[in-house]
């Protein structure tokens, strides 16, 4: 059996519906900017163009920790939480698709089941595939895509072992951590920068027997945030305990983030992280195609392996055999 791919639709089609809140067409307008087709990259441009005004409106939240931590379980409570107060979530969840099995580290369980039925709710799965460059451009891609969709909040998902936190962090308003509590730093895969990146650090199953554990984990981690540089918005990163499955500090994290959201709001701190972001996005797309462009040269590829053949035998300084190939490509004619 041939599989059968569904036509394109038009710019209006996609942006109209993706405005009346459609989720058939918000997935097929992901998938286009997911694609690897030059052609459904450009619609999925042009459609981003069109929903610009009708994005932005939305609190978003990264969340990562390790597999196992809780992760699924608490979007799923904290999700209802949400879609209950009123609000319409988008999940957006990076999976970072293992190179050794090329299975799914998220696993092919169904995660947040009650939360997927949900008519308030949209989640999205979205495999990194080989490169975590693209996280960034495709995830916030789809972010713009849900919020012109009508979502209020969006949590985007990452297991927290990779390069993908930063990428995350570089494009939410808030960040959230999951720690466990008993088993040490170094277990849990948290480097010391990605802690460093979290507006609020949450210790996840806080009870039965883990309760105890989970409140000396609290005092240890606020000891340990005292020496962490201070955040450029004033914000003192919280650290809470959480009982996804008694529904425990649910609402305080929720409070907590919206406590959050309006006191950037008031010190314009939100506007301007935002807008940096942009531009860091536009500085980060502009390397990828440059960089694209750099290595599709065919003299570039040809001058690559005489200079790098030369640097192994310590014939020329790596400087100069960079300057040389910037020079090549800059003489190419259609650069001039
Ligand atoms: P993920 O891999 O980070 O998404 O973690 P999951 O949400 O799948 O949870 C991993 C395991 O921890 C599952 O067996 C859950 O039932 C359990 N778990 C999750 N949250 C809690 C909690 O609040 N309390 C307890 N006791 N167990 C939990």
Known sequence: MTYQ?????????YVDGLLKGDKAILSRAITLAES???????????????????????????????????????IEIMGKHITESGFKLAVLAIDPTSQLSKGSIMGDKTRMEELSRDPRAYIRPSPTGDSLGG?????????????????????????????????VKEMVDFFLLLLLAGAGDELQGIKKGIMELADALIITKADGSNKKEALLAKAMFKNTLHYFPQNPNGWLPKVITCSALFHDGIEEIWQMIMAFQSAMQKTGYLKENRSNQDIDWM???????????FNQDPRITEELVKLSGQIKKHKIPPIAAAKKLFEIYQSKPNNQ
């Open 283 to 293: 500085w980060s797309t502009l390397r990828e195609l440059l960089q694209k462009d």
């Open 5 to 13: 791919r569904k036509k394109r639709l038009t710019t209006t089609q």
């Open 36 to 74: 690897k087709l030059d052609e459904d990259n450009q619609l999925a441009e042009d459609i981003l163009e069109n929903i610009m005004p009708y994005t932005g409106k939305s609190i978003r939240i990264g969340i990562t920790g390790v597999p196992g931590v809780g992760k699924s379980t608490f």
């Open 135 to 167: 996280v960034s451009t495709k995830t916030r891609e789809s972010m713009l895509l849900c919020e012109a969709a009508g979502y209020d909040v969006i949590f985007i998902e990452t297991v927290g072992v990779g390069q993908s936190e930063t990428a």
